[in-house]
């Protein structure tokens, strides 16, 4: 294009269009430059009409505040888990917070899903259930000696140790419905002195702990 | 999917999922489909998790699963089924208009847990209408069976695909993942139960089969044990016929709006209109541009028993419908006195352009909604042309096209006089695209409800204390009045919650209200506009 080379020394400022066209008269005050973003929250021209109010409105409302609140209950809420306090108390062993990180609350109709998507967790009960019987008795002089070094050592070091260990049984205990006895749970589940049972912050004072191995017969 | 999409799905997926499920839901709907391995390693969560993740969203419909060559499962998120969400309680309601408690009950199980068989369905739904009953009172299974065929037979609720029964001949080994089908006429189909009961009435008692204690679980839960008669048949919520519902609804009221104002009789032209879509339910699907034709005679026999109208008024308001310039109703034939359709896509075509004009008229004003109109009327205008016909001076004429050009209501089409395309030898015309001009409404309408719930969050994190605070106040109050407490405990108990906390809580209260309800009226925007683009782009 001959023109746009020459154009460019002649008339620089000349724009491509013609200023009255736009509606920009001669002389007419250009409005002021911006100089910053526009204002977060502008003043508005008009007021926005108001909400529609009555009962189908109001019972939508109820309705909508409801289900928020009930699928916070459901078992489809994932919470994240929750992250170590930073000092680890004692009760901590024994206050159950919710699903474990490894299982799902409901269950699904595991046909309709790929395979790959079904957490193992019968796995684990499976190893125990056939671990468990020769163990039993090497357990309990296994437990005789850990409650000797209880006493020695500080607890905190035993937590690290055998609170994995504590929450596999308590999650292949929970999770399937194997019939286990009672005796087998106070069994494993405790490595400590205090059976589980009696933890129920001092309201269940029971005696169901006849059968228990671990304190020494007098 | 556009940003304000995603954002907006995020933001639905934190609030009734939890965060893990939202981090795997906005990557999948980011990234499109992948196997679980991708997704673990890209999000940086543990496999476990993400395993959790997509059995909850692939339990709400809101992920598929295929089966790729070399057994590699992938997986794909359906964002726009993530925005079905927003509308969840409209669903709900539009059942309990039509099917009372029951159905709304009903509806919300199947919204809430995805997708569940009917036995169980009817279970927890009359379990939980006894409880609402009075005392001694219990809600029958036979009942809520009975709404639930009706819902089935209506087309509300669908049945899900099923797993092929496969017979003992598949030589290799099973599938990684079931490839699950179902034919169209087993959609619908009820299964036949008898299911015999009553509903359960909460109390805290030992057997509650349905409270199992985490500690020691009984050894004998016989509901657990015994076979459901309808395994493997899982029923869903349609949400296409919802939307068909919500569609016929809009036009129904149009036409009142339009129609019958200024008749004697009530509502006869929203009548008529309201009894052919009814007619036109089941034989027309959701996306044709018009229904089939019905003949007068036809109409006349299906109206409401309540409407006693001759066959000549009948004719009379049919032949208004088919003349009014909006085109709702059209007149296809004559045969059987008269054959008339309605036009869906053009009805849907109106109302967005009905929307699209209040919108303008709310953010402008009145004289700007006269010239979009104009402009909408006469297709293409120039700018001399819009001052003269809108009779607005030219100064204020020019101001509010550009104001309007600006925010894109109004585009320009340029015709050249010459070949250098010069633009003092340029034709400029303002033209009105509304395809367009929805689209881009529709993105703001996502935007703002974004806006809402993330204003909403934050209100309700500012106040959480006092939020819990009362909560406590709440729950000490009510179980003191269980116990039989005296008035000037409850008092006491009552003041502890100071006035101007009191006043906080009341803002908050307000100010949580207003918010949801404008997120109310917004999801219907974003309905009409979504309908009107969908029935569009389906024609091109």
């Known amino acids: 294009m001959a023109s746009r080379g020459g154009g460019r020394g002649r008339g620089r400022g000349q724009l491509t269009f013609s200023m009255e066209a736009v509606g920009i008269g001669k002389g007419d005050a250009l409005p002021p430059p911006t100089l910053q973003p526009s204002p977060l929250f502008p003043p508005l021209e008009f007021h926005p009409v108001p909400l529609p109010s009555g009962e189908e409105g109001e019972y939508v409302l109820a309705l909508k505040q409801e289900l928020r609140g009930a699928m916070r209950q459901l078992p489809y809420f994932i919470r994240p888990a929750v992250p170590k306090r930073d000092v680890e108390r004692y009760s901590d062993k024994y206050q159950m917070s919710g699903p474990i990180d490894n299982a799902i609350d409901w269950n699904p109709d595991w046909r309709r899903l790929p395979r790959e998507l079904k957490i193992r967790v019968r796995k684990l009960q499976k190893e125990r259930t056939t671990i468990l019987l020769p163990k039993r008795p090497p357990k309990t002089t296994e437990d005789k000696d850990e409650t000797i070094q209880k006493l020695e050592t500080l607890e905190k070091k035993e937590e690290e140790v055998t609170s994995e260990e504590d929450e596999e049984k308590e999650e292949e205990e929970e999770k399937e419905e194997e019939e286990e006895e009672e005796y087998d749970e106070e069994e494993h589940e405790e490595e400590t002195d205090y059976i589980m049972s009696y933890f129920d912050n001092g309201e269940d004072f029971g005696g169901d702990s006849d059968d228990n191995m671990d304190e020494a017969i007098y | 999917m556009t940003q304000a999409e995603i954002k907006l799905c995020s933001l639905l997926l934190q609030e009734h999922f939890g965060e893990i499920v939202e981090k795997i839901g906005v990557h999948l709907i980011r990234t499109g489909s992948q196997p679980l391995r991708v997704i673990a390693h890209d999000t940086g969560t543990s496999l476990d998790q993400v395993k959790k993740a997509l059995c909850v969203l692939i339990q709400h419909n809101l992920v598929i699963y295929q089966v790729h060559k070399r057994g590699v499962v992938e997986y794909e998120a359906q964002c726009s089924r993530v925005l079905r969400m927003l509308r969840y309680p409209r669903y709900i309601y539009t059942a309990k208009t039509l099917y009372s408690d029951t159905g709304e009950l009903i509806v919300e199980e199947l919204l809430l847990n995805g997708k569940m068989a009917m036995s169980a369905v009817v279970k927890k739904v009359a379990d939980r209408l006894t409880e609402t009953m009075e005392d001694g009172k219990t809600m029958d299974y036979a009942e809520v069976s009975n709404t639930f065929v009706r819902l089935a037979d209506t087309h509300f609720v669908q049945r899900c695909p099923l797993v092929p029964a496969t017979e003992n001949s598949d030589p290799g080994p099973p599938p990684?993942?079931?490839?699950?089908?179902?034919?169209?006429?087993?959609?619908?189909?009820v299964p036949k139960l008898s299911l015999i009961g009553k509903g359960k009435r909460r109390r805290s008692s030992d057997e509650d089969a349905t409270g199992e204690p985490?500690?020691?679980?009984?050894?004998?839960?016989?509901?657990?044990?015994?076979?459901?008669?309808?395994?493997?048949?899982?029923?869903?919520?349609?949400?296409?016929?919802?939307?068909?519902?919500?569609?016929?609804?809009?036009?129904?009221?149009?036409?009142?709006?339009r129609m019958d104002q200024f008749t004697f009789q009530t509502q006869t032209s929203s009548e008529i209109v309201r009894t052919m879509l009814r007619m036109s339910e089941i034989t027309t699907s959701s996306s044709a541009p018009f229904t089939q034709p019905l003949s007068s005679n036809e109409i006349f026999r299906s109206l409401p028993v309540g409407y006693n109208i001759s066959k000549q008024v009948l004719d009379q308001y049919l032949t208004l419908l088919a003349d009014d310039p909006l085109e709702f109703v059209g007149k296809s034939g004559d045969s059987g006195g008269g054959m008339y359709v309605i036009n869906l896509h053009k009805a849907l075509g109106s109302l967005a352009t009905a929307t699209l004009e209040s919108v303008i008229q709310e953010r402008f004003g009145s004289r700007c909604a006269r010239i979009f109109r104009l402009v909408l009327q006469k297709k293409h205008l120039e700018q001399k042309q819009v001052e003269d016909?809108?009779?607005?001076?030219?100064?204020?004429a020019k101001d509010m096209l550009y104001k309007m050009l600006s925010e894109n209501f109004i585009s320009l089409q340029e015709i050249p006089k010459t070949p250098d395309h010069a633009p003092s030898r340029t034709f400029y015309l303002y033209t009105v695209n509304i395809l367009s001009a929805a689209r881009m409404l529709l993105h703001r309408c996502y935007k703002s409800v974004a806006n809402l719930i993330e204003r909403r969050q934050f209100e309700?994190?500012?106040?959480?204390?006092?939020?819990?605070?009362?909560?406590?106040v709440e729950a000490i109050i009510a179980s003191m009045q269980a116990t039989g407490a005296e008035e000037a405990q409850l008092q006491e108990i009552e003041e502890m919650i100071t006035a101007p906390e009191r006043q906080q809580l009341e803002t908050l209260k307000r100010n949580v209200n207003k918010l949801d309800a404008c997120e109310i009226q917004v999801v219907e925007t974003i309905f009409l506009l979504e309908s009107y683009i969908e029935s569009t782009v389906k024609r091109q």
Do not use: C
């Not at chain 2, 459901?228 to 029923?235: K, L, R």
């Not at chain 2, 016909?389 to 204020?396: D, N, R, T, V």
């Open chain 2, 176 to 189: 990684p993942a079931p490839t699950l089908v179902i034919s169209e006429k087993d959609m619908y189909l």
């Open chain 2, 214 to 257: 985490k500690a020691k679980r009984p050894k004998h839960t016989t509901d657990n044990k015994e076979p459901i008669p309808d395994d493997g048949i899982y029923w869903q919520a349609n949400l296409d016929r919802f939307h068909q519902h919500f569609r016929d609804q809009g036009i129904v009221s149009a036409v009142a709006n």
């Open chain 2, 389 to 396: 016909f809108a009779m607005i001076p030219a100064k204020e």
């Open chain 2, 460 to 472: 309700t994190k500012e106040n959480k204390r006092l939020l819990e605070k009362s909560q406590r």
